[in-house]
Nanobody, 122 residues
Framework: QVQLAESGGGAVQAGGSLGLSCLVS???????AAWFLQAPGKEREGVAA???????RSADSVKGGFTISRDNAKNTLIIQMNSLKAEDTDMYYCAIGPDNWPHLQAHEYMDWGQGTQVTVSS
């Protein structure tokens, strides 16, 4: 059974940094992976994605501030978030998918974590 477990969320002041990790288990190989955010009552929004070759894509709203990476040996997806703003406050989810392309659309991903809360105070 595929499981994704996020960690690293929490509270930080505006201008600060947070790193989120996602441990993937129950699968020997995975291709695309991404981080999404979701505000209450809204659809999940792609933040950054990476494929198995290391090609990345980021949403325009976070370019320059968020960096996605993966450690295939440790089955871990990581996102480093710098220069956080109050509007970055949301639940963050990791996801993996079968297509070797860094999609930012939620429907391209099959397996999801439970989410981790990020709260940025101004």
């Amino acid at each position: 059974q595929v499981q994704l477990a996020e960690s690293g969320g929490g509270a930080v002041q505006a201008g600060g940094s947070l790193g989120l990790s996602c441990l993937v288990s129950g699968i020997t190989g995975w291709y695309s992976a991404a981080w999404f955010l979701q505000a209450p009552g809204k659809e999940r929004e792609g933040v950054a994605a990476i494929d198995n070759d290391g090609l990345t894509r980021s949403a325009d709203s976070v370019k320059g501030g968020f960096t996605i990476s993966r450690d295939n040996a440790k089955n871990t997806l990581i996102i480093q978030m710098n220069s956080l703003k109050a509007e970055d406050t949301d639940m963050y989810y990791c996801a993996i998918g079968p297509d070797n392309w860094p999609h930012l659309q939620a429907h391209e991903y099959m397996d999801w974590g439970q989410g981790t809360q990020v709260t940025v105070s101004s």
